[in-house]
């Protein structure tokens, strides 16, 4: 089964081919995961500021100028058996691309969003509705982020969504000891945020949680690693106005992706108070590395976790927070961490995904091969 994975985004940014795919590790990752299930030739089509082609790890990259017909054309020449657009957001070139290629190509799209904000684009939701039958299926990492899009009219109710986690990491853990040291992470336990500081991943919920938790947790610190600086200074205040939090919140700031690893691997819980999510990259990353989540109930959330591993605890809630924190510390926290690597492991690393896309991209191209007239040509 031949893939081409089609990426419409465009980073004006990024003028080197190879920096773009360094960047872009899930886009690379995907595509290799996909190959070693069993897929093959898997290329990809990326919009990009001028026209290079490059292979790497067995996967063909072919980059177009930024009008979407070269992307179409591009893709409609190696008339694959799958052609995998990555994002719901581009609903009339999916529609383009779906007069380009061969009536036997089927197209899936997977979602990069939780969808909540879709209802504020009417333009965007008039092009899906009159768009979406050009794809064959779409792929979702949870039931409720489907159901928002079907809602919002981008899918029709006869259409096929599909469950399967949009990326995975590398991440591994290492020497515990090793990272402690190098990333001066301490507290028992220690606590990790990974997120940007704004409303949806509420951080001052998550202080006003770790506040109250340290009547039981004395010797706890909270370590927090963050981009986006929305609510820094409304973080910052709610620290200096707090006796408790003085001296157990660590704001480590902006910190490189691949020194991250041993962030996670140093810390003995992952909290985030997310209000939603499409991926919860973060969170995945943490438990590759065995960092024990106690994070929002939310569906990404409740996917990832499985429901089986850390703990769960309702959105806004302070006081839930609190005792999730105790109740997870006063575990063995040895065994929890090699719990979660091993549901990492089995359910949310590379090859799994991969093995899953592979599956859904047979059957939506079994279902797009038989819906065929018998007597129309497949190209």
Not at 36 to 53: E, L
Not at 113 to 137: E, I, N, Q, T, Y
Not at 209 to 222: E, H, I, K, Q, R
Request: net charge positive; with cysteine; aromatic share 8%.
């Amino acid at each position: 089964m031949s893939v081409v994975q089609v990426n419409y985004g465009y980073d004006k940014s990024l003028s080197d081919p190879d920096e773009l795919l360094d960047r872009y590790f899930t886009l690379t990752g995907w595509s290799e995961a996909v190959s070693r299930a069993g897929a093959a030739p898997v290329a990809v089509v990326q919009r990009f500021r001028r026209n290079a082609r490059l292979s790497r790890n067995g996967i063909d990259y072919v980059f177009c100028d930024a009008r979407a017909s070269r992307l179409s054309q591009a893709v409609a020449a190696m008339a694959p058996d799958i052609a995998h657009v990555n994002g719901l957001i581009f609903p009339a070139l999916t529609w383009i691309l779906r007069r380009k290629v061969p009536a036997s190509t089927a197209i899936v799209v997977q979602n990069h969003s939780p969808g909540v904000d879709v209802g504020r684009a009417p333009l965007l939701r008039l092009a899906g509705r009159a768009a979406r039958a050009a794809a064959d299926g779409f792929l979702f990492a949870a039931g409720e982020h489907a159901a928002a899009w079907r809602r919002a009219g981008f899918i029709a109710p006869e259409q096929a969504t599909y469950l399967v986690m949009e990326a995975s990491t590398t991440f591994q853990p290492m020497d515990r000891a090793a990272a402690r040291e190098q990333c001066e992470v301490r507290g028992a336990p220690a606590i990790l945020w990974v997120g940007r500081l704004n409303a949806n991943k509420d951080p001052l919920t998550v202080l006003d949680g770790f506040a109250a938790s340290l009547a039981c947790l004395p010797d706890a610190v909270l370590t927090m690693i963050y981009s986006g600086e929305e609510l820094l200074s409304a973080v910052r205040e709610r620290v200096k106005r707090s006796p408790a939090l003085k001296g157990r919140v660590r704001l480590a700031g902006r910190v490189p992706h691949d020194r991250i690893a041993a962030y996670f691997t140093a810390a003995d819980l992952f909290v985030l108070g997310s209000h939603y999510e499409g991926s919860g990259y973060s969170l995945m990353e943490a438990c590759a590395c065995g960092t024990v989540p106690v994070v929002t109930d939310i569906p990404t959330f409740r996917l990832l976790t499985g429901g089986t591993v850390g703990a769960l605890w309702p959105v806004g809630d302070t006081a839930a927070l609190s005792r999730a924190l105790v109740d997870v510390a006063r575990r063995d926290l040895r065994a929890e961490r090699v719990r979660v690597v091993r549901h990492f492991v089995e359910e949310l690393s590379w090859d799994v995904i991969g093995r899953r896309a592979v599956g859904i991209y047979e059957r939506v191209r079994a279902r797009r091969v038989a819906s065929l007239p018998a007597d129309r040509p497949s190209a």
